[in-house]
């Protein structure tokens, strides 16, 4: 097989190779001096590569010639006006030479060798990294738009969960008003029914009166279907159920501040009066369990969302019944303080745990069993204050209560 | 793959003595430099650092004229063993005609052996030698130590492998013509039927063993 001699290190050197870094003018001056004569060196084939003389100087004198071996063959001549001995020994030198020399090249042509394959072997290893980081480049673009695609997706539920928890609040009343509701009604509908009865008995008389009869039938028929006592119940049994309706009327204007807790008017409202709207609606639902106590100081109007306020009111009041195990009082204390309104509402409940209380704002975080509370109604209030530039500080001791500040800057709606 | 220079009417093959460092390779080129009675021995090129580990390479040149004039011109090299110097191991490697893997017996040093063979393998891959088409004897050396695996194991490890399994001693010589031996046959093998060495040189496999080996009687 012929291959085309490369630049592997282990490829036949020709003598000009091996001559590499050796100064032929030199090397054939201490040549000539050695053998005291002109020398030539021939390659294998005769033709002379170098010379001492710029003439044939073999033309003239007959000279004798030897080979001077590479590796294991004859690779050139030297040829000289000389005996056999001196000639071989100065071939033998020129081999040492040459030898030595091939040593070098083959270590340093490995060297290169070896050095370019690491060098390449490092481009294709840079290479792949660079493909590889690039694919890890787009994981981590794609990484980080999931991501965002998901923190949204959670954003959107917590804002529809935290949207739900005011209406939450709203819920559990509804079971109590409509207990408080249905109890009118019942006795406003049983009343009706009697008056409709009654209205049988003039009905009767009426038509007695139409038919001329006598004043004795007349006077009969009165004591008979007892219209004096009729008569008597008849304006009992209306004023009753106009006080139910009174009743209904005003739970209902209570409630209707709630109805509107997205309601966003902002309107200028007695902060007493919330209050005391919370306290009505939210009666029936603490039943027997929570005593309210108004201590409401006289206080200005301020510019506010009434509907708001009446959440965190409620939340509160809300709060403190799930913290009283038995009997317990709420006491709501209002009083103007500095350029402040100050609100203070003070429960006789068991408190809040030291290490609940640096948490007890985050969104999520609950003590209650679940399905009990999500834990958003405090981070509710927070935001509403928030909202209105107020301030909610919680002070708790487990087992004595919880006290609640919000303080409310005193502001006026501007014309 | 052997270089065959028209010119020069020259057959150059190369030969390689692979292995785990301080397996005995370069001891191995050295009997063979002491031992071979070939027409034509070079100087042995021995190129190591001051605590006797091969940097690059060890290199005996070898070789015999045929009578029809070819000149068959044998490479012996061997490679460094230190896992460092895999660069050098794989450009020495490169055109190859057949290796001699050189394992050390010594109980010690069989994860060392596998890891090499394992080298030898992936570096031939790399450098596009067809493994399994290439001439190749695993020599245990070092037979002469103590706690050294028993023939017997090594017999049954290489039992399914293809290639023959010799012993040998480097340090006396004993075992290294054989492992050479054992590789020629292989070498004469896989090149005759490219360069016709009975047919155009009239070069039987023997000849080709004995041209090279000399007299040499095998104990």
Same mark, same amino acid.
């Given at each position: 097989?012929?291959?085309?001699? +490369?630049l592997?290190f +282990?490829?036949e ?10 100064k032929?003018e ?8 050695c053998?005291?004569s002109?020398?030539r ?8 590569l170098?010379?001492s003389? $710029?003439t044939?100087f073999?033309?003239i004198?007959p000279?004798i010639? $030897?080979?001077i ?14 005996d056999?001995e001196?000639?071989q ?16 090249l083959?270590?340093s ?5 070896t ?6 072997e490092?481009?294709r290893? %840079? ?7 690039e694919?890890?480049?787009n ?5 980080d738009l ?8 959670i954003?959107n ?9 005011k209406?939450? &609040?709203?819920?559990?009343?509804a ?6 509701i249905?109890n009118p009604?019942g006795?406003i509908?049983s009343?009706?029914?009697?008056a409709?009865s009654y209205l049988? &008995?003039f ?14 039938y007349?006077?009969?028929l ?8 009729l008569q008597?119940?008849?304006s009992?049994i209306l004023?009753e159920?106009?006080?139910g309706?009174d009743r209904v ?10 109805s509107r807790v997205n309601?966003?008017a902002?309107e +200028?409202?007695?902060?007493n ?7 009505h609606?939210s009666?029936?639902q603490l ?6 106590i108004?201590?409401l100081?006289?206080?200005? %109007?301020?510019?506010?969302h009434?509907?708001e ?18 009997k317990g009082k709420?006491?709501f204390? #209002?009083q103007?303080k500095?350029?402040n309104l100050?609100i203070e509402?003070r429960?006789t409940?068991n408190?809040?745990?030291e290490?609940?209380l640096p948490?007890?704002?985050?969104p999520?975080? #609950?003590?209650k069993?679940v399905?009990?509370?999500?834990g958003?109604?405090?981070t509710?209030c927070?935001?509403?204050?928030k909202a %209105?530039h107020?301030?909610?500080?919680i002070?708790?001791?487990q087992e004595?209560g #919880?006290l609640? $500040?919000?303080l409310?800057?005193i ?5 | ?5 028209? =010119?020069n009417n020259?057959?150059t093959?190369?030969?390689v003595y692979y292995?785990p460092?301080m397996?005995?390779k370069?001891?191995?080129l050295?009997?063979? !430099?002491?031992?071979?009675?070939t ?5 042995? @090129?021995? @190129?190591?650092t001051?605590n ?10 070898l ?5 029809s004039?070819?000149l *068959?011109?044998?490479?012996v090299?061997?490679?460094p063993?230190?896992?460092? !110097?895999?660069?050098t191991?794989?450009a ?8 001699v893997?050189v ?6 040093q ?7 063979? =394992?080298?030898? =393998?992936d570096?031939?891959g790399?450098?596009?030698?067809d ?7 695993i020599q ?5 130590l103590?706690n050294?695996?028993s023939e017997t =194991?090594v017999?049954e490890?290489?039992q ?7 012993f040998s001693?480097?340090?006396?010589g004993?075992?290294v *013509?054989e ?6 046959k292989?070498?004469?093998?896989a090149?005759?039927?490219?360069f @016709?060495f009975l047919q155009k !040189?009239?070069l039987t ?6 041209r090279? *080996?000399?007299?040499?009687?095998? !104990?």
């Open positions: 097989m012929t291959i085309e001699q +490369d592997s +282990d490829h050197f020709t003598l000009k190779e091996l001559l590499t870094g050796v032929t030199k090397l054939l001056q201490a040549l000539t001096a053998l005291d002109p020398v060196i021939l390659n294998i084939k005769n033709e002379c170098f010379s003389e $710029t044939d073999t033309a004198k000279a010639k $030897t080979p071996y590479g590796e294991l063959e004859a690779i050139a001549y030297l040829e000289a006006h000389s056999q001196k000639l020994s100065a071939a033998q030198l020129l081999q040492l030479l040459l030898y030595s020399n091939s040593r070098y083959m270590a042509d490995l060297h290169i060798q050095q370019r394959d690491d060098y390449e490092l481009q290893r %840079h290479a792949a990294l660079e493909i590889s980081q694919n890890y480049k994981l981590a673009e794609s990484l999931r991501v965002k695609q998901q923190v949204k997706t954003e539920a917590q804002i529809k969960l935290y949207e739900n928890e209406l939450a &609040s709203v819920g559990r009343l079971a109590g008003v409509a207990h408080e249905n009604i006795f509908r009343n009706l029914s009697s409709q049988g &008995s009905t009767k008389l009426n038509d007695a009166f139409k038919a001329d009869a006598s004043i004795s007349l006077r009969q009165w004591q008979e279907e007892s219209l004096e006592f008597e119940d008849m009992d004023k159920s106009i006080d309706v009327s005003a739970i209902v204007k209570d409630l209707k501040s709630f309601d966003l902002e +200028d409202a007695n902060i009066e919330i209050i005391r709207q919370t306290c609606v009666a029936p039943k027997d369990k929570l005593q309210i108004l201590d100081g006289d206080i200005p %109007h301020i510019f506010c009434p509907a306020l009446g959440q965190v009111f409620l939340n509160l009041i809300l709060n403190a019944a799930d913290a009283t195990a038995e709420i006491r204390k #209002t103007v500095e350029s100050s509402i429960d409940g408190g809040i745990a290490s609940d948490h007890i704002f985050e999520f975080f #609950t003590t069993d399905g009990q509370g999500i958003l109604g405090l509710v927070l935001n509403i204050i %209105h107020g301030s909610l500080t002070i708790s001791k004595k #919880t609640v $500040t919000i409310l800057p502001t006026h709606k501007k014309d | 793959m052997a270089i065959y220079d028209e =010119e020259r057959l093959i190369k030969l292995g460092a397996s005995g370069t001891t191995n050295m009997r063979l !430099h002491d031992i071979l009675k027409d034509l021995k070079g100087e042995i @090129m021995i @190129m190591e001051t006797d580990r091969t940097l690059f390479f060890d290199l005996l040149p070789g015999f004229t045929t009578s004039g070819l *068959i011109k044998f490479k090299y061997t490679v063993g230190q896992v460092v !110097h895999d660069s191991r794989k020495v490697l490169s055109r190859a005609d057949g290796v893997f394992a050390d017996s010594q109980l010690s069989s994860i060392n052996n596998a890891q090499s063979f =394992e080298n030898l =393998e570096n031939a790399r450098v596009g030698i493994f399994d088409g290439l001439p190749l004897v245990y050396n070092k037979r002469d103590n050294i695996i =194991e017999q490890r290489w399914q492998a293809p290639w023959p399994v010799t001693n480097a340090l006396n004993l075992g *013509i492992t050479l031996q054992a590789l020629l292989q070498v004469y093998d090149l005759d039927t490219e @016709m !040189h009239n496999q023997d000849a080709f063993i004995k090279l *080996i000399g007299d040499y009687v095998i !104990h």
